[in-house]
């Protein structure tokens, strides 16, 4: 059953640097990093050593608990370097490329004439499980559950977003045999979300569930299609996956190989050019931005501005990013900047702030916080960005104080911490809402599981 | 060096020690901080806390400057020196004279409320170790506002000292409160000097001192009038003019139009006289989105749908005259919001986030509570005829009551979805 879904709480929150509708190759890398940090709350299992050669899809590592959840490398080449940390914790697992990449094949397969079974090892073994995401926990789908539906976001309404419409034109192919292999693995529906009146490739595949949404930011998160479509109850699982690697798994699929590339937008006020990339996962940041960055007191972003993680100019593409943000470090003072009118900073509020008075005014945001951490004072905020059908407030502080009963009542189930991105961008006292919630459900899966 | 660099060489030197909450709180008044995001969002609104305090702090300006020319304005009235001005521009309400009064007596009372309020924050932010936190600068704004301008300026103190720790910082400080500070203040200088805070000579600066001499001067607020309104009333007579005999409610009459108490040249705490002052003060909360309209609204409709139950038991002939409760049961419903400090309270007061109901259908029922026990109290308690602060403390406690059940509506919500689902 297709539905309309329409957001009316939520903030858009536009920026300079959105990328121009054409792309360019970036220049291969050097090197290629795996980060295991990118897989939430996996311990990897090396499978390789330094000097080993690899071919791309073939695993470089598998999860500690689990054998068969396998991560493959996106290039062929050599491993020159796995950097690890305190305790000796991996960090990055850094593969020189060969010049000419050689692909493991894994076979062409028909994903309509194949069981649930037989698709879930095929994706097991090529390394292709760890885009598949479930709710709860927002961490990678358990192997050992059937998820009650599948959710596909079209729509990417982030700031500054890459546009799905644009990079998903002409993988019509991939992504419906992705579509199709999916629907074998749920007994419910694959619902695919595309935005009301854009010109998405995924709304015309057939045999899934077509919904429009329209809105603000977040109507283009996945959790709040879940929420207004289907939303998770204590004992379900829904799996979710990035319309971006949609296209990776259908292309094995298809040729059989591991083809870790995608377009992404790069984009920010500190990007001379923003347009759009292609690039392998794990290509260093250095080659996707070359000679089009200002590096001078520059936060670069693997990600978009609220949910995407800080990286160095010579840090990689994560793992599920699609865009690289560089904005302007906002390490300076601002005289009286508490009382004095704002007019080129975003905000909810018309406390001598006047974005109000300019809504399609694209804003140069630096990284200042614009304040200090406090308690929690302000009510009723949340609620404005909040589409989802729980009070935000509570929940942030039923897991602040741990109390998994009432975590579980508030509805900790259906959420991931890019859910509270925006109550966490608005918050007057600057509270850390992305990790409250990472932590609760952090929390809620030891306790729970 | 500039003032901005040498302020961040002096941070830096601070940092971790005891001082550094004390210094912060002075730098980041001069200077928004040169944090930078870690984790989770990159980029930030441009509100905080300061921000948000600040916004309350302007809308209480008009209040506070209209306090100091009222202050003036009474006594002079009282001792008979000055003609009544006839509305809100009259002629001899904003002179000078009548300010310098007022910032004589209304001043102290903000800087003694401030200083003794801050040096408190500052002591417990520097023993326990957290940054000082923007909660008191309205709090600080509030208290001068809502106490009588004759109030000895140490019982301001002590009872400063004795909101902000036991009322605050006892549960952790900015955030954690149960009860809104300012009126903890409020509940304890009533409590503990009830003397001096429900007589007759605290309202007009002066009448005090004048008590007993031939110049006396009455300093009666109109709730204390109306709250007597069948009680005879002598007037010494003037001049050697005969006394006049009359009824509190009839000299209240008398002595205030309908007018003079929507404009607020009447007697009364120091800011919240002027309707017409706190009414703009409250648009511009609801404009900035800093204060509750939900509140605002909720608690005015309370207040009228109590007056209209009080007006009908009149009505009904239940009451009548001989009874002590008639005086304010008879006050027209719509009057009850400007006499009295109804309206102060809903939009300063009831509407403080921390210690009002935190979701927004708890706001309507906290706000319409909070209306309806105000006149209550007013009507039932003629000793002490102002009911706002103590229905609002009332319903600060049970505020998380309200929060529980509107939180579990959403839970069963939840949990309804999940029987369907296994039935």
Redesign the interface.
């Given at each position: 059953m297709s539905k309309d879904i329409r957001i009316k709480k939520g903030l858009d929150i536009k920026l300079v640097g959105e990328a121009e509708k054409t792309t360019i190759a970036a220049k291969p890398s050097s090197y290629y990093a795996i980060k295991p940090e990118d897989f939430h709350g996996i311990i990897p299992k090396m499978l390789v050593k330094v000097g080993h050669k690899v071919k791309a899809g073939q695993a470089l590592f598998h999860s500690k608990l689990d054998e068969a959840l396998l991560f493959p490398s996106p290039v062929s080449g050599e491993i020159s370097e796995i950097i690890r940390g305190a305790k000796r914790k991996i960090l990055e697992i850094r593969i020189q490329a060969d010049a000419t990449q050689e692909y493991q094949d894994f076979g062409k397969k028909d994903a309509a004439k194949m069981s649930g079974d037989e698709l879930k090892a095929h994706l097991l073994t090529t390394g292709c499980w760890p885009f598949i995401k479930q709710r709860p926990y927002d961490v990678i789908a358990n192997t050992e559950k059937t998820p009650k539906a599948i959710f596909i976001s079209g729509y990417n309404s982030a700031p500054l977003a890459a546009d799905f419409d644009y990079t998903l034109s002409g993988k019509e192919a991939e992504l419906s045999a992705a579509l199709t292999a999916l629907t074998k693995l749920t007994e419910g529906s694959v619902h695919v979300v595309t935005k009301k009146g854009g010109n998405s490739p995924l709304a015309t595949v057939t045999d899934v569930t077509s919904h429009k949404v329209s809105g603000p930011h977040p109507a283009g998160n996945v959790g709040t299609h879940i929420n207004k479509i289907d939303p998770v109850n204590k004992g379900e699982v829904v799996w979710t996956i990035n319309a971006h690697d949609l296209v990776i798994i259908g292309e094995l699929l298809l040729t059989g190989k591991f083809n870790a590339s995608r377009t992404l937008a790069v984009t920010g006020s500190q990007i001379e050019k923003p347009q759009y990339v292609t690039a392998l996962i794990g290509a260093n940041i250095k080659d996707i931005t070359a000679n089009n960055i200002n590096l001078d007191n520059t936060r670069i972003i693997s990600g978009n501005v609220l949910t995407g993680k800080k990286e160095t100019p010579e840090g990689s593409l994560g793992y599920y990013h699609n865009q690289i943000t560089a904005i302007p470090e906002g390490d300076d003072y601002e005289f009286f900047g508490w009382n004095k009118p704002v007019f080129d900073k975003v905000s909810t509020s018309r406390a001598l702030t006047f974005s109000w008075m300019q809504p399609n005014k694209k804003y140069d945001l630096t990284t200042n916080t614009n304040g200090e951490h406090r308690a929690f004072v302000v009510t009723g905020s949340y609620e404005e960005v909040f589409p989802l059908d729980m009070y935000p407030l509570q929940m942030l502080k039923s897991c602040m104080y741990s109390d998994l009963d009432e975590m579980e009542a508030l509805g900790m189930y259906e959420v991931a911490p890019e859910d509270f991105a925006l109550t966490e961008f608005i918050c007057v006292s600057k509270q850390p809402h992305q990790k409250i919630i990472r932590e609760g459900l952090d929390l809620m899966l030891k306790e729970i599981g | 060096m500039s003032l901005?660099s040498k302020?961040?060489n002096l941070k830096e030197k601070y940092k971790g020690t005891k001082m550094a909450p004390a210094f912060n709180a002075l730098h980041?008044?001069?200077?928004?901080?040169?944090?930078?995001?870690?984790?989770?969002?990159?980029?930030?609104?441009?509100?905080?806390?300061?921000?948000?305090m600040?916004?309350v702090i302007m809308a209480l300006v008009p209040c506070l400057i209209f306090g100091m020319f009222n202050a003036g304005y009474q006594h002079y009235l009282a001792l008979g020196q000055i003609e009544a001005a006839n509305g809100f521009l009259g002629a001899s309400f904003w002179t000078l004279d009548n300010l310098l009064v007022g910032a004589m007596t209304v001043l102290p009372l903000v800087i003694v409320s401030y200083g003794v309020g801050l040096a408190v924050e500052f002591l417990f932010a520097v023993i326990k170790g957290h940054?000082v936190?923007?909660?008191y600068l309205v709090t600080g704004m509030l208290v001068p506002l809502i106490v009588p301008v004759d109030i000895p300026l140490w019982m301001l103190a002590v009872a400063v000292i004795f909101g902000v720790v036991i009322g605050k910082e006892v549960f952790?400080?900015?955030?954690?409160n149960i009860l809104n500070p300012a009126l903890t203040i409020r509940a304890f200088l009533f409590f503990a000097y009830p003397t001096w805070m429900s007589g007759d000579k605290v309202w007009v600066h002066g009448a005090k001192e004048m008590a007993g001499t031939p110049d006396a001067i009455s300093g009666e607020t109109i709730l204390g009038y109306y709250a007597k309104a069948g009680q005879e009333l002598t007037i010494a007579g003037t001049n050697g003019g005969s006394d006049i005999v009359t009824t509190y409610g009839d000299r209240a009459a008398e002595l205030y139009s309908y007018s003079d108490m929507f404009w607020g040249l009447i007697p009364g705490s120091v800011g919240e006289t002027s309707k017409f002052l706190i009414i703009i003060g409250a648009l511009f909360l609801i404009?900035?989105?800093?204060g509750?309209w939900?509140i605002m609204l909720s608690t005015v409709i309370g207040a009228l749908v109590m007056g209209l139950i009080f007006n009908g038991v009149v009505d009904a002939g239940w009451i009548t005259e001989s009874s002590k409760f008639y005086g304010l049961m008879d006050v027209p419903f719509w009057q009850h919001l400007i006499i009295g400090s109804v309206l102060f309270g809903a939009v300063y007061m009831a509407t403080d986030?921390?210690t009002?109901a935190?979701?927004?259908k708890g706001?309507w029922i906290y706000g319409f509570l909070i209306g309806f026990i105000s006149i209550m109290i007013r009507v039932f308690n003629p000793a002490y005829p102002e009911g706002v602060f103590l229905a609002i403390l009332l319903m600060n406690v049970f505020a998380p009551t309200i929060?529980h059940y509107v939180?579990q509506a959403?839970?069963k919500?939840?949990?309804k979805?999940?029987k369907v689902?296994t039935a």
């Open positions: - | 901005k302020l961040h980041t008044f001069l200077y928004l901080p040169n944090e930078t995001t870690h984790g989770g969002t990159h980029i930030k609104a441009a509100d905080d806390l300061k921000r948000t600040n916004t940054e936190e923007e909660g952790g400080g900015t955030g954690m404009f900035t989105k800093i509750s939900r986030p921390v009002a935190q979701t927004n706001k929060d939180v959403n839970v919500k939840r949990m979805r999940l689902k």
